[in-house]
């Protein structure tokens, strides 16, 4: 059994809202908050990883010039990579910031990424979780 619901929705630029059955439409951003940017990162690296393994890009330089970013700038995304499987999931799972900063920065994590032994990562991984307060 297939049903069309038609109806009209208007936004005005910038407005981004959740649409739910026999809800009320509240502002995307006060029912969820904010995706912290290191999270939307590890998800870019992965997808960048994706598009040169499959071969849709040639390098990394490639990447830069759709991105609009230096190649320097694409290394430190792809390095993210580099970090264990469980860490890179505990990282794209992190809650969101309802306000106010990051409880985890790019900067911290990585030094995190650039040591080869996943075991010392863990390590390193839980005394920035804890030092964070998450």
């Given at each position: ?42 998800a870019l690296a ?89």
């Amino acid at each position: 059994m297939l049903v069309t619901i038609e109806s009209e929705v208007h936004f005005e630029r910038g407005d981004r809202m959740e649409l739910q059955a026999g809800l009320e439409q509240r502002p995307y951003s006060a029912m969820h908050g904010r995706v912290p940017r290191v999270s939307r990162l590890i998800a870019l690296a992965i997808r960048f990883d994706g598009l040169l393994r499959a071969g849709a890009v040639g390098n990394h330089a490639e990447l830069a010039v759709l991105g609009h970013v230096s190649r320097a700038r694409i290394s430190q995304v792809l390095n993210l990579s580099n970090l264990a499987p469980d860490i890179q999931e505990e990282v794209l799972f992190l809650p969101r910031a309802e306000r106010g900063r990051d409880p985890i920065y790019l900067r911290q994590l990585q030094p995190i990424a650039a040591i080869l032994d996943w075991k010392k990562q863990r390590i390193r991984w839980r005394l920035l979780r804890a030092a964070s307060g998450q």
